[in-house]
T-cell receptor
Framework: KQEVTQIPAALSVPEGENLVLNCSFT??????LQWFRQDPGKGLTSLLL?????REQTSGRLNASLDKSSGRSTLYIAASQPGDSATYLC??????????????FGQGTILTVHP | DAGVIQSPRHEVTEMGQEVTLRCKPI?????LFWYRQTMMRGLELLIY????????DSGMPEDRFSAKMPNASFSTLKIQPSEPRDSAVYFC????????????FGEGSWLTVV
């Protein structure tokens, strides 16, 4: 059974800092890994998706990496802004059989960027 | 596209009542997912469909929960009878087979059972 852990559970940083959010998983048989953002009272917004054959993806100030062999992914946020404050979740999609459609989520990292 | 549309957005109901949550996936998406989110357990997959067929319902907590997808543009999640411990946010999501399989979430249905 896939287990996903996110560290830290919460993070508070001053505006302008570069920061790293961590995601670790137990089963490397994945189809892809996705990072989401969730604002209070809202649904989840997809930030980046990394296929299992890829090592990283970039979008603006965000960079996500994937190392299947070690069961780790990181989300790097450059020059953080107060608008980045949200909960960040990583999710892994299973690779085969009935696991294919399943997206297993971590518990999330609550990020607060203060001015 | 309008995105994944869920209704109702908020519902407060009394214990024992039937609750029906509705979802319209993004047109052309052939995967549909129902998730439940609580503070204690985070996001849990309840059931997912592929081409309107239920593939895995192992996350459905018990017989009080049922889900249907009568066509490609509509799905329901029903709880009967509802209990206070069912209080949570229920998310519907959809995904295409192609385009990297990015999954798109609705805004959620916030259920409170009193």
């Amino acid at each position: 059974k896939q287990e996903v852990t996110q560290i830290p559970a919460a993070l508070s940083v001053p505006e302008g800092e570069n920061l790293v959010l961590n995601c670790s998983f137990t089963d490397s048989a994945i189809y892809n890994l996705q990072w989401f953002r969730q604002d209070p009272g809202k649904g989840l917004t997809s930030l980046l998706l990394i296929q299992s054959s890829q090592r990283e993806q970039t979008s603006g100030r965000l960079n996500a990496s994937l190392d299947k062999s070690s069961g780790r992914s990181t989300l790097y946020i450059a020059a953080s802004q107060p608008g980045d404050s949200a909960t960040y979740l990583c999710a892994l999609r299973g690779a085969g059989g009935t696991s294919y459609g399943k997206l297993t989520f971590g518990q999330g990292t609550i990020l607060t960027v203060h001015p | 596209d309008a995105g994944v549309i869920q209704s109702p957005r908020h519902e407060v109901t009394e214990m024992g009542q039937e609750v029906t949550l509705r979802c319209k996936p993004i047109s052309g998406h052939d995967y549909l997912f129902w998730y439940r989110q609580t503070m204690m357990r985070g996001l849990e997959l309840l059931i997912y469909f592929n081409n309107n067929v239920p593939i895995d319902d192992s996350g459905m907590p018990e017989d009080r929960f049922s889900a249907k997808m009568p066509n490609a543009s509509f799905s329901t999640l029903k709880i009967q009878p509802s209990e206070p411990r069912d209080s949570a946010v229920y998310f519907c999501a959809s995904s295409p087979t192609t385009s990297g399989n990015t999954i798109y979430f609705g805004e959620g249905s916030w259920l409170t059972v009193v």
